[in-house]
């Protein structure tokens, strides 16, 4: 019998996956049925694409990811014990990320400042 955390780590945040994150806060009292209507009624996505959505109550100091991985789907939660995740705000209702912003959401509880690439400037050889 696998443990919780084993079961957690088989789910697998990639670089090709799409995820969307609601930019507006939800009620954290809807679980799976609930959030899958948000995905249809308010981000117009199909909550059965494999898309990784992502939810963050009105408080702000929790989040929740909904994936469906072909057999169910996934609800996974972070509540911070202190501060709060900072947001995208006034972008619409819904904003693409990528894994690499998920990931600095999900560690740091803040949204990514700058740019995946920047232009090396290299310095002048003397």
Known sequence: MQTV?????????TPHMRILLSVESVDFRKGID??????????????????VFVFRN????SIKVLM???QGFWLC???LSKGKFYWYEDEGT??????HELQLLLW?????????????????SF
């Open 5 to 13: 955390l084993e079961q957690i780590t088989m789910l697998q945040i």
């Open 34 to 51: 609930g959030l899958a209507r948000i995905c249809r009624a308010v981000l117009e996505e199909d909550p059965f694409s494999g898309y």
């Open 58 to 61: 009105k408080g702000g100091t």
């Open 68 to 70: 469906y991985d072909g």
């Open 77 to 79: 939660q972070k509540r």
């Open 94 to 99: 819904v904003k693409n990320l990528d894994a």
């Open 108 to 124: 740091n509880s803040s949204p990514p400042r700058a740019e995946m690439w920047r232009k090396i400037i290299p310095e002048k």
